[in-house]
């Protein structure tokens, strides 16, 4: 039944692929076109071997959010540069090809080429992605960009080769705030009772528990209504998918709790990869790594684009001082939640690390 299951996910998706590339993407030129609005087209330069490199299309599934699109197309455009025009890659935003565990479970099959993904949608095909569920690991950008940036991040990404995926780079999505109808909420005894959509991932249920919450698993698209109609008091994202699906408008209290750090991560199918020539994957790799440096800042602008947006538009918002972030801590570890975070990861010691270099900046 899974092996059925898997077939037909994956004819689903060459469908989709198909009719979207024959409606949107250019075919192949002879001669690499310059990506709109960008001048002349670069030389292809020869590979290793001195054989010029063919033009290769490739599609690529994006995401939804303002800050994800944008860096999404600046890597577009840092590949075709990088790569002489030789690699172009056709941009299929806003889910168009599944949510995100169908395509990397796609890009796995090499049905997509490259995905990008929230991480707690696919922990499930890599369980280490699990270790950013904990609640309150990290209190700062600082510090999760340390984590992303160094020897575990790192390890993570290069650990997807296990799963049939090269790790290319971490987007952000941002820390997840929490949002609610009925109190500026600041410490724990603030969500006593609280009605709290989460999602459907038992870490996050376990520390809404542990804060005296009412953890409430619900559809995304469910929540706007459920919030307007009272069914739950709150919920909680990062600022650009409140912003985006206007959640203020029926919540008018906005904590900066940063309570999880959302990361978003770039894949590709680990048979395209290593079908590419040295000049073409060196390409990929140092135009991932701008466009995830290009992608943070832009995340950061755009929060504070949307925090001016709450204020003009009266909305209340509140941002918890490191002692207010200690105070929901602490009931995380007493209730043990990082633990349950490492019993679901196949290496927990990257826990461990990440723990023990986040101590060392405390």
Not at 3 to 18: D, E, F, G, Y
Not at 176 to 199: I, Y
């Amino acid at each position: 039944m899974k092996r059925k299951m898997k077939q037909t996910l994956s004819i689903a998706v060459v469908a989709a692929v198909s009719v979207f590339v024959a409606a949107c993407a250019p075919s192949a030129p002879a001669t690499p076109a310059a990506p709109a609005g960008g001048g002349a087209a670069p030389a292809a330069p020869a590979d290793t071997a001195g054989a010029p490199d063919e033009v290769i299309e490739m599609v690529l599934s994006g995401i939804t959010t303002d800050a994800g699109k944008e860096g999404t197309d600046h890597f577009i455009e840092l590949v075709y540069e990088k790569s002489g025009g030789t690699l172009i890659l056709n941009h299929f935003p806003d889910d168009q090809l599944g949510h995100n565990r169908v395509t990397f479970e796609s890009t796995i099959f090499g049905d997509i080429d490259i995905a990008i993904g929230a991480t707690g949608n696919v922990a499930v095909l890599y369980a280490d992605l699990f270790a950013f569920d904990a609640p309150f690991l990290f209190l700062n950008e600082e510090q999760a960009h340390a984590i992303m940036d160094g020897p575990v991040g790192q390890a993570m990404l290069e650990g997807m080769g296990s799963v049939g995926l090269k790790g290319l780079a971490w987007f952000e999505n941002g820390f997840r705030n929490l949002t609610n109808s009925r109190v500026a909420a600041r410490t724990p005894a603030d969500v006593q009772g609280m009605s709290v959509r989460v999602m459907e991932n038992e870490i996050h249920i376990a520390a809404w528990n542990a804060f005296g919450a009412n953890p409430t698993p619900m559809a995304f698209a469910e929540v706007f209504t459920a919030l307007q109609q009272g069914t739950v008091d709150a919920q909680e994202n990062p600022l650009g998918i409140i912003y985006g699906n206007a959640f203020q408008e029926v919540n008018q209290y906005v904590s900066i709790t940063q309570h999880a750090y959302s990361p978003f991560l770039m894949v590709m199918n680990l048979d395209r990869w290593n079908s590419l020539s040295d000049m073409q994957r060196d390409a990929l790799t140092s135009a991932a790594r701008e466009a995830e440096v290009w992608q943070r800042n832009r995340v950061q602008e755009l929060d504070a684009e949307i925090l001016t947006a709450f204020a003009e538009q009266g909305v209340t918002v509140v941002e918890l001082t490191l002692e207010e972030k200690l105070a929901f801590q602490e009931l995380v570890l007493e209730a043990g939640v990082f633990d349950l975070a490492r019993s679901r990861m196949d290496n927990p010691d990257l826990l461990d690390q990440m723990l023990e270099q986040l101590a060392g900046m405390n």
